[in-house]
C-alpha cells in the first residue's frame, strides 16, 4: 500500500458543527502532516506529527484539533470554523521525520463552511 | 526558514513542444528539493526529486529537472509537452538538515497546453 487515504472527500458544515477530517497511510511513515490550500495558491502547512507526538503548530487557530492515535491515523477535528477556511484540507506522510526524503499526500478534503 | 521563487504565475505552451518550469530556492548547506502537479480537484502527486548525487533528474509523465547549485536553481523541463500535462505544478523545498519541518512550496505555476 503506497497510498495516503483521506476521508471524507467533501465536506459541508455549517458554523456551528462539529466534524472530523480523517487520514491513513500503511507505509509504516513517521511523520503525518496537515496543509490547508486555499484556491489558486499553494499548500500552507499547519501541523507536524513526528512519531505520534505534535512537533509543529504553524499558529493555527484552535477550532483546528490534530490528533494522531496511533502512527497509522490522523484525525482534524473542526469546530466553530468561519466560511474562510472552506479550503481544500492535504494530509501528507515522511518516512523518517530525522530526514525527511519524501512527501506523499492524499487527494484531499474540500471543505465548504456555510 | 527555506523559500522557493516560481517566477512565472502561468506558463502557455502548443501542444507537442517543449516547456520549462522555473524555480529558484533560497540558499542553504543542503536542501532537498521536489516538483508536485496537481491536476483539478485533486491533491499534489510527486513528479521527481532531487536528494543528492547526480544533477539531472528524471521523473514521471517524462519530465527532468536539473539542480543548479550555483544558480539556487531546479527547473522543470520537458520535450513535448501533451494537453494532459494541463495543471498546476509547484516546486517544494525541504531542510536535509533533520527534522520534520514539512515542505516550503512555491506559489505554482499554472501551465496551459494550447492544440
Known amino acids: 500500500d503506497t497510498e495516503v487515504t483521506q476521508t471524507p472527500k467533501h465536506l459541508v458544515m455549517g458554523m456551528t458543527n462539529k466534524k472530523s477530517l480523517k487520514c491513513e497511510q500503511h507505509?509504516?511513515?513517521?511523520?503525518m502532516y496537515w496543509y490547508k490550500q486555499k484556491a489558486k495558491k499553494p499548500p500552507e502547512l499547519m501541523f507536524v506529527y513526528s512519531y505520534e507526538k505534535l512537533s509543529i503548530n504553524e499558529s493555527v487557530p484552535s477550532r483546528f484539533s490534530p490528533e494522531c492515535p496511533n502512527s497509522s491515523l490522523l484525525n482534524l477535528h473542526l469546530h466553530a470554523l468561519q466560511p474562510e477556511d472552506s479550503a481544500l484540507y492535504l494530509c501528507?506522510?515522511?518516512?523518517?521525520?530525522?530526514?525527511?526524503?519524501?512527501?506523499?499526500f492524499g487527494s484531499g478534503t474540500r471543505l465548504t463552511v456555510v | 526558514a527555506q523559500s522557493v521563487t516560481q517566477l512565472d504565475s502561468q506558463v502557455p505552451v502548443f501542444e507537442e513542444a517543449p516547456v520549462e518550469l522555473r524555480c529558484n530556492y533560497s540558499s542553504s548547506v543542503s536542501v532537498y528539493l521536489f516538483w508536485y502537479v496537481q491536476y483539478p480537484n485533486q491533491g499534489l502527486q510527486l513528479l521527481l526529486k532531487?536528494?543528492?548525487?547526480?544533477?539531472l533528474v528524471k521523473g514521471i509523465n517524462g519530465f527532468e529537472a536539473e539542480f543548479n547549485k550555483s544558480q539556487t536553481s531546479f527547473h522543470l523541463r520537458k520535450p513535448s509537452v501533451h494537453i494532459s500535462d494541463t495543471a498546476e505544478y509547484f516546486c517544494?523545498?525541504?531542510?536535509?538538515?533533520?527534522?520534520?519541518?514539512?515542505?516550503?512550496f512555491g506559489k505554482g505555476t499554472h501551465l496551459i497546453i494550447q492544440p
Open positions: 532531487y536528494l543528492s548525487g547526480s544533477t
Open positions: 517544494a523545498v525541504s531542510d536535509s538538515g533533520g527534522g520534520a519541518d514539512g515542505l516550503t
Open positions: 507505509m509504516g511513515h513517521r511523520a
Open positions: 501528507a506522510s515522511s518516512q523518517d521525520p530525522r530526514s525527511p526524503r519524501g512527501y506523499t
